[in-house]
């Protein structure tokens, strides 16, 4: 798994809430991912990041916001969430930026938002 | 819109058959087609990937034959096993400087003993 571990594992909040995942990696990967995964959409990418402090959206990033304030962490925050935001949520990275290069997946978080 | 399509939805195979899982793309910016298996309750793990300058890939019981005329690239497992029962999902990358991935919907292989 690449040293990449999620927290929580699993959390139910209520709508309008808060809520925020943390990613955690211990490779030294420069890049960084957020993915949910959904029955019938596979997996599709929320946000990413190149860099401390550098982020950027990825196809579904309404209503996410993410932050990387050290090489390891990568927080992904749901401002006010939705049912629609029920999902499981995958981090993952790689060392660059080069198409070839593995991205290595995190173990997910179960969100369930009612 | 689905920028790599995949099929079928879900697969049975007989221990020792052919697993066959077919996708497709549109974007012929696309440059690495890896292929991800994913058992439940773990995260998606790299199984093999190909460069659209080969046209076919095997690493032991898996192969990747990719077609680039037709955009059409997919996953042979032989001799399936009872343990290649997963989830698996074909994506695409585009060249640059991101290494995002597009991904397939997914198939979920059961095979049967």
């Known amino acids: 798994d690449a040293g990449i571990t999620q927290s929580p594992r699993h959390k139910v909040t209520e709508t309008g809430t808060p809520v925020t995942l943390r990613c955690h990696q211990t490779?030294?990967?420069?890049?960084m991912y957020w993915y949910r995964q959904d029955p019938g959409h596979g997996l599709r990418l929320i946000h990413y990041s190149y860099g401390v402090k550098d982020t950027d959206k990825g196809e579904v990033s309404d209503g996410y916001s993410v932050s990387r304030s050290k090489t390891e962490d990568f927080l992904l925050t749901l401002e006010s969430a939705t049912s629609s935001q029920t999902s499981v949520y995958f981090c993952?990275?790689?060392?660059?930026?080069?198409?070839?290069?593995?991205?290595?997946f995190g173990p997910g978080t179960r969100l369930t938002v009612l | 819109q689905q920028q790599v399509k995949q099929s079928p939805q879900s697969l049975i195979v007989q221990k020792g058959g052919i697993s066959i899982i077919n996708c497709a793309y549109e974007?012929?910016?696309?440059?690495?087609f890896p292929w991800y298996q994913q058992f439940p309750g773990k995260g998606p793990a790299l199984l093999i990937a190909i460069r659209p300058d080969v046209s076919e890939k095997k690493e032991g019981r898996f192969t990747i034959s990719f077609n680039k005329s037709a955009k059409q690239f997919s996953l042979h497992i032989m001799d399936s096993q009872p343990g290649d029962s997963a989830t698996y999902f074909c994506a695409a990358s585009r060249g640059g400087a991101t290494n995002k991935l597009i991904f397939g919907t997914g198939t979920l292989l059961a095979v049967q003993p």
């Open positions: 974007n012929t910016a696309f440059d690495y």
């Open positions: 490779e030294n990967h420069r890049y």
């Open positions: 993952a990275s790689t060392s660059s930026g080069s198409s070839t290069d593995t991205q290595y």
